[in-house]
């Protein structure tokens, strides 16, 4: 990172947010797709099963796992777990100092090492917060900015191609979501990258925690659960639309990750909350 911007760097409190105000029950609960506003520092606390899809890449919630973002990421946390995080700009002005070239977005915590459930409840800062408690907020955001920061040069170090390698990936993650309907194949996500297929599968599943069977997988069931919900499609017509072909296959995939059959999903949903009559589409 330069210089010039870590000089800049003097954090400013937004807010603060644990996810046990809001607690999910069940494996497929969603806390809602979000387009990230300010930095943010997310702590893992505990985890029953879960994951965020962070700019379409899924992460494990891992207990004691670190989670930066900037501004601009789209993230959607599922699942069952905890989570404390802080909402906070670089400085007054809020430019955007630090970018995902300069800090990785996940940090595998030691516990106790460099973050803990402690740290995360001391970035709460009260509106009365004195001068002091306020310098010690930014000297603890700093701290931890600090650890990340030594976490990715040390990365750097080890696989000076980390970078190339990521855009790799995402390069076949596009390719995922602009194909998801015809038929895909692991050798044609590989000649994305131009890496060899077993190469591709193990930098794959080391990235987005998946194999590239599994994220196809998991996309579809996506798209397939977005197009249940947004539309008046029967649930065969979704399955074909989603790149299923085989009923007996997607209703099993998409209860196994929702928790019930499309077609219970829906009505489950529908009743909850009505489909605005603008949403509703038959189109793909």
């Known amino acids: 990172m330069e210089i010039q ?3 800049r760097i003097s954090p400013v409190y937004i807010a603060w947010h644990d996810t046990k105000t809001c607690p999910h029950f069940n494996n497929n609960e969603s806390y809602g797709k979000r387009t990230v506003e300010h930095y943010e520092l997310e702590y893992i606390v505990s985890s029953r099963s879960g994951y965020i899809l ?4 899924p992460v494990p919630t891992d207990p004691g796992a670190v989670f930066f973002r900037i501004p601009g990421m789209v993230v959607e946390g599922i699942g069952v777990y905890r989570s404390i995080y802080v909402e906070f700009d670089l400085n007054k002005s809020a430019d955007r100092l630090i ?3 300069d800090l990785s977005y996940v940090y595998q915590n030691q516990k106790g090492k460099a973050a803990d459930e402690r740290l995360f409840a001391s970035f709460h800062l009260e509106a009365d917060a004195s001068a002091s408690r306020c310098l010690l907020w930014k000297a603890d955001i700093l701290r931890l900015l600090s650890v990340l920061l030594e976490n990715t040069e040390a990365k750097e170090k080890d696989d000076p191609n980390m970078e190339l390698q990521l855009a790799k990936i995402r390069k076949a993650l596009q390719y995922v979501q602009e194909h998801y309907q015809e038929e895909i194949t692991v050798k044609q996500l590989a000649e994305q990258t131009g890496y060899s297929i077993y190469y591709f599968c193990r930098l794959f599943k080391e990235i987005t925690a998946l194999t590239p069977v599994q994220y ?9 659960k977005d197009r249940l919900l947004l539309s008046d499609e029967t649930a065969e017509t979704v399955m074909l639309q989603s790149g299923f072909h085989h009923y007996g296959h997607f209703w ?3 209860k196994a990750v929702y928790g019930s059959a499309p077609g219970d999903y829906r009505k489950q949903h529908l009743s909850e909350e009505a489909i605005p009559e603008d949403q509703i589409s038959a189109s793909p």
Request: glycine residues 4%.
């Open 54 to 57: 962070t700019d379409d890449i």
């Open 252 to 254: 099993k995939a998409f």
């Open 5 to 7: 911007k870590l000089q």
């Open 216 to 224: 196809v997988m998991r996309y579809r069931l996506e798209r397939a």
């Open 99 to 101: 970018g995902p070239e």
